[in-house]
C-alpha cells in the first residue's frame, strides 16, 4: 500500500476515535484504553493488507524496468513510419514524374527480334539499278522481322469480363537489294467481348474490326505451339493463295460447349468458329472493288480430360470466298472481276511431347486472257498440303509446369526437334509446276521470351528441275 | 607374431565386411537417381517458393531432404507450382514429377483421371477455411453474400471445401457469382474490392484484416459443425518412381516422419510458425489459423482409419458436386509399408494415435 493511502486511512481512524470524545473530555485510562484499541485496530489492518498483498502475484523489482510493452507502438515508432511512407510517396511521385511511360489507358508494349544468318547453294543475282543490284549471294545475315506491339483495355468490365481491348503492332522484314525496311502497320484493331469472360465454363464470343489475322486453318494463325518453322507454309504467302496476309475486316469470334477440367487447369471447347468480311486487297488500303470477301472457319476438338490420350486432338475446315480485280496486259489494264474462293481442312495432334498436323488448302481464283477489248475469264486450281511432326524434350509447352515459384531468373530449357513436308501447287491443270519443301529443323528454347532455330530446307522446284538447300540460323527474342 | 595363415583370414573377413557394408551401399548408388523431383502446389508472396501449414513445407524450408541425401549426390528439384494442385497434376500426367504433396480435390481428380501414383503419409489433416469480405462490406454470413462475386481457386482443395461449405448451408456455386482466381490474386482483388468475398485458408485472410482492409466473416475452425469437415492433404509418390527407387521412398518417409514429430511437440511450435513465416505469410496470421489445435494431431502422418475415411468420404462429395469423373479407392491407393518402416525406424511406433473411421482414438 502506498503511503499516502496509509496515512488518510490513519487520519480517518483517529477522526473516527477521537471525533465522539471531543464534545466532554475523556480522563487518561479512558485515553488509554482507546489508544489501546486503536492499536488493536492499526494491527488488524495491517495483517489484513498483508494478507491481499499476499494473495497478489509476485512482481519482479526489474519487472517495471523491463521496457515498454513489444506490442504497442510508441510515438517514434509512428514517426519513422511515417517518415518512411513519405519518402516512400515522394520517390514514387518523383519516379512517375520523370521515370515513367504513361498511357492514358492500361498498356502493355511487347516485341519481337529475329536476328538470322542464311545460307544457300543457289546463289542470288539480280540485275536491276547498281544500288540494288545482289552479285552472287550465297549467305547473309538479317534481321528475319522486327515487330512492335502496343495492347491493352480501353473498357474494364468488372462484372462480367466484357472487355473493349484494342492492338496495334508494327513490323518489318528484310528487303531484297534495298535498306528501306520502313515499319508498317500490322495489325490495328478492336476487340469487343460479347459474352462474359470471367468463367472458364461458358462459351466465349468476340468482335474484332480493323486490320486482323484472317481466322483460315492452322498455319495462318498458328502460334509456336503448332509451328516450329521459322518459314511459313508455301501456301500462305503473297505469290500463292496469299492467306497469312492481313486483311481490314469484321471478324466474329467464339467457342461452344467448353470441356473445362479444373483438376488439370485445362480448357478445351467442343467447338471452335470464326466468320466474318473483310475487304480482301491486303492491309493499310481500302477496298479495290465493293465486293466484300467472305471467311468462316469452324473446328471441334474431342471432348477429353487431360489425361486422355486424345487431348488436344481437333479436326478444322475453313473457307474463303471472294473478288478479286482481274486484268490483262500484264496487270495494266482492268478488264472484269473474278473469284478468288480458297477451302481448307486441317488436322491437329498436339499431344505433349510429341506434335503432329496435316493442313490441306485449296484456291480457286479467275483471271483474264486476251486484250481489254476481247478477253476471255478462266479458272487456275492451286493446291497445297503441309504436314509436321515435332517432339519436345523439355517442358516448355507444359504450361502449369513453367509458371513455378523460383527466386530465380528460371525456365525450362527445352529442345524440339521437327520435320516438315511443305508442297505447294500453284495450277494443278499444269504439269510439273509445283513446289516441295522438306525441312529438317531444332528449336532451343533457353529463356522465357527467347529461342535458337535452326532449319535446313531442301527445296525442289518442278518447273526448272533445280533442288536448293539453305540453312537458317536465327536467334528470336522477345519482351 | 601373426602367422600368415590367421593374417590371410583376418583380411578375407575384413574384406567380406567391407563388402557387406559397401554391397548395399553401391546398389544404391547404381539405382539412386540423380535428381528427386518433388512438387508442391505452394507458392509463397512475391512468387517466393516457400509455402506454410504443411509438413512437406517445413521439410523444404528446413533442407532436410538436402540433408539426407547429401552424401549421395543425390539433388533435390523443387517445383513450387503457381497453378496449385491442377498445375502438378498437369505436371505429374507429362512425368515431370516423382514425389509430391497435394491436397484432397486435385490428388483426387488426378487418381480418378488414371495418374499412377500411391499415397506414402499424411500432410496437413486439419485445414479449415475461411470467408473474408472487404472491410465495409455488410455482410456477416454466407447467405448475405448470395448473387455477389465470389472468389475462389478452383480445381484445388479450396474448392472441395467451398463445396462441402455450401451444402452444409444448403447453397450450391450456381447461388454466386464464382471467380477462379489463385490465392495471392485473390486477396489482392479482395483488397481492392474487386470481388465482393474470398473463400481460402484464414491464414491468407488475417494479414488483410491486420492491414483493415477485409474482415474474417466465418472461419470453419469455429464451426462444430464442420469439425469433421476438415480438409486434408497428403504425400504421394509416382509408381514408376516408387518402384524403380522403393529405397529412396523410404528415406523421404523416414524425414516426413521425423518432420512431422519435431513439429508435434509444443515447444518447437513458434519455431514451426517462425518457418512457415518465411512464405510471406505473417507469424501472427498461423498463429491465429491455429488456434487451438495442436500440430501432433493436425500434422500426424498416420495413414490411419479416419485418413483413409476421409479420403472416401472426399471422393463421394467431389462426385455429388461433378467436381469429378470417376471413382478413387482410398484403401487401395493407400500403401503403408513405407510409414510403418519408418515409424518403427525412427522409434515413433506409438508416439501418434491412430483414429478411427469417425475421428475417435482407436482401441
Known amino acids: ?479 | 607374431m601373426i602367422s600368415r595363415t590367421r593374417l590371410l583370414t583376418r583380411r578375407l573377413i575384413l574384406a567380406g565386411l567391407a563388402a557387406s557394408v559397401l554391397a548395399p551401399i553401391a546398389a544404391l548408388a547404381a539405382d539412386a537417381p540423380k535428381v528427386i523431383r518433388i512438387g508442391l502446389p505452394l507458392v509463397g508472396t512475391g512468387n517466393r517458393p516457400v509455402g506454410g501449414s504443411w509438413n512437406f513445407a517445413t521439410v523444404q524450408i528446413k533442407g532436410s531432404l538436402e540433408q539426407e541425401f547429401k552424401a549421395d549426390g543425390i539433388r533435390i528439384e523443387w517445383n513450387n507450382f503457381k497453378g496449385a494442385g491442377p498445375a502438378l497434376n498437369e505436371a505429374i500426367a507429362n512425368k515431370l514429377i516423382d514425389v509430391f504433396a497435394i491436397g484432397d480435390l486435385p490428388g483426387i481428380v488426378g487418381k480418378a483421371s488414371g495418374l499412377k501414383t500411391k499415397i506414402i503419409a499424411a500432410d496437413n489433416r486439419r485445414y479449415a477455411y475461411a470467408i473474408g469480405v472487404p472491410a465495409d462490406s455488410q455482410a456477416r454470413s454466407i447467405e448475405d453474400l448470395k448473387g455477389k462475386k465470389l472468389a475462389i481457386f478452383k480445381g484445388t482443395a479450396i474448392q472441395l471445401g467451398f463445396g462441402k461449405f455450401l451444402s452444409r448451408h444448403g447453397l450450391s456455386e450456381k447461388d454466386f457469382k464464382i471467380i477462379n482466381m489463385d490465392s495471392n490474386t485473390a486477396t489482392a482483388a479482395l483488397a481492392t474490392k474487386d470481388v465482393d468475398a474470398l473463400f481460402t485458408a484464414p491464414s491468407a485472410l488475417y494479414p488483410l484484416e491486420d492491414r483493415g482492409v477485409a474482415k474474417v466473416i466465418y472461419n470453419e475452425r469455429h464451426d462444430p459443425a464442420a469439425a469433421n469437415d476438415r480438409g486434408q492433404a497428403y504425400v504421394v509418390a509416382t509408381e514408376d518412381f516408387e518402384k524403380a527407387h522403393p529405397e529412396v521412398v523410404q528415406r523421404i518417409v523416414n524425414v516426413l516422419v521425423r518432420e512431422a514429430a519435431w513439429s508435434a511437440d509444443e515447444k518447437n511450435r513458434s519455431a514451426l510458425l517462425q518457418l512457415w513465416a518465411k512464405s510471406g505469410t505473417p507469424f501472427s496470421a498461423y498463429r491465429r489459423d491455429y488456434e487451438g489445435q495442436g500440430f501432433k494431431e493436425a500434422l500426424s502422418p498416420l495413414l490411419d482409419e479416419e485418413f483413409v475415411a476421409n479420403i472416401q468420404r472426399n471422393v463421394s462429395e467431389s462426385q455429388k458436386l461433378k467436381l469429378v469423373r470417376g471413382s478413387v479407392d482410398a484403401a487401395g491407393w493407400v500403401d503403408r509399408k513405407y510409414l510403418d518402416a519408418a515409424l518403427k525406424s525412427n522409434g515413433l511406433t506409438n508416439f501418434w494415435t491412430p483414429l478411427d473411421a469417425g475421428g475417435k482414438p482407436k482401441k
Do not use: C
Open chain 1, 1 to 479: 500500500m502506498k503511503p499516502r493511502h496509509r496515512q488518510r486511512i490513519l487520519a480517518a481512524l483517529i477522526l473516527t476515535a477521537f471525533g465522539t470524545p471531543a464534545l466532554a473530555a475523556p480522563n487518561t485510562v479512558e485515553l488509554e484504553k482507546q489508544l489501546k484499541a486503536l492499536q488493536e485496530y492499526v494491527r488488524s489492518l495491517q495483517s489484513q493488507l498483508q494478507a491481499v498483498k499476499d494473495a497478489q502475484p509476485t512482481t519482479t523489482p526489474g519487472a517495471a524496468a523491463a521496457g515498454p510493452d513489444e506490442n504497442v507502438a510508441s510515438k517514434d515508432d509512428i514517426n519513422g513510419l511515417q517518415a518512411d511512407l513519405e519518402n516512400f510517396k515522394y520517390q514514387l511521385q518523383r519516379d512517375r514524374d520523370t521515370r515513367t511511360a504513361l498511357s492514358a489507358r492500361a498498356l502493355n508494349v511487347s516485341g519481337v527480334i529475329q536476328a538470322r544468318y542464311g545460307a544457300t547453294d543457289a546463289a542470288v543475282n539480280t540485275g536491276g539499278n547498281s544500288a540494288n543490284a545482289v552479285n552472287g549471294r550465297n549467305n547473309s545475315f538479317d534481321l528475319g522481322a522486327v515487330l512492335i506491339g502496343f495492347n491493352g483495355n480501353l473498357y474494364k468490365d468488372y462484372e462480367d469480363g466484357r472487355n473493349l481491348d484494342y492492338t496495334l503492332r508494327f513490323g518489318t522484314s528484310p528487303q531484297q537489294g534495298t535498306n528501306n525496311s520502313f515499319l508498317n502497320l500490322i495489325d490495328a484493331n478492336l476487340t469487343y467481348h460479347i459474352l462474359p469472360t470471367i468463367s472458364a465454363d461458358a462459351g466465349r464470343l468476340s468482335v474484332t474490326f480493323g486490320q486482323q489475322l484472317l481466322p483460315f486453318g492452322q498455319e495462318v494463325q498458328a502460334t509456336e505451339d503448332l509451328k516450329p518453322t521459322i518459314n511459313n507454309a508455301l501456301f500462305t504467302s503473297p505469290g500463292s493463295l496469299d492467306l497469312a496476309r492481313r486483311q481490314v475486316g469484321l471478324i466474329f469470334r467464339g467457342d461452344a460447349f467448353p470441356v473445362v477440367d479444373y483438376g488439370y487447369n485445362y480448357r478445351a471447347p467442343i467447338l471452335t468458329y470464326a466468320f466474318g468480311l473483310v475487304n480482301g486487297n491486303g492491309p493499310n488500303k481500302s477496298d479495290d472493288n465493293n465486293n466484300k470477301d467472305l471467311v468462316g472457319r469452324v473446328a471441334l476438338t474431342l471432348p477429353s480430360d487431360y489425361n486422355s490420350w486424345l487431348r488436344q486432338l481437333s479436326f478444322g475446315a475453313s473457307i474463303y470466298r471472294g473478288k478479286q480485280n482481274v486484268f490483262v496486259n500484264s496487270g495494266a489494264d482492268l478488264v472484269d472481276k473474278g473469284k478468288k474462293d480458297r477451302f481448307g481442312f486441317d488436322l491437329a495432334y498436339n499431344h505433349h511431347p510429341f506434335g503432329v498436323t496435316y493442313e490441306y488448302t485449296e484456291g480457286r481464283d479467275e483471271y483474264a486472257t486476251g486484250t481489254k477489248a476481247a478477253y476471255s475469264v478462266a479458272e487456275r486450281k492451286s493446291r497445297a498440303h503441309t504436314g509436321t511432326f515435332f517432339y519436345n524434350i523439355g517442358e516448355q509447352f507444359v504450361k502449369g509446369y513453367r509458371a513455378q515459384g523460383r527466386y530465380d531468373d528460371w525456365w525450362p530449357k527445352s529442345y524440339q526437334p521437327f520435320y516438315r513436308y511443305d508442297r505447294f501447287d500453284p495450277n494443278t491443270a499444269a504439269l510439273r509446276d509445283e513446289i516441295k519443301v522438306h525441312t529438317l529443323g531444332l528449336n532451343v528454347f533457353f529463356a522465357e521470351t527467347s529461342k535458337f532455330q535452326l532449319n535446313l530446307n531442301r527445296t525442289t522446284f518442278a518447273a526448272t528441275d533445280k533442288t536448293t538447300n539453305d540453312l537458317l540460323a536465327q536467334f528470336q527474342f522477345g519482351f
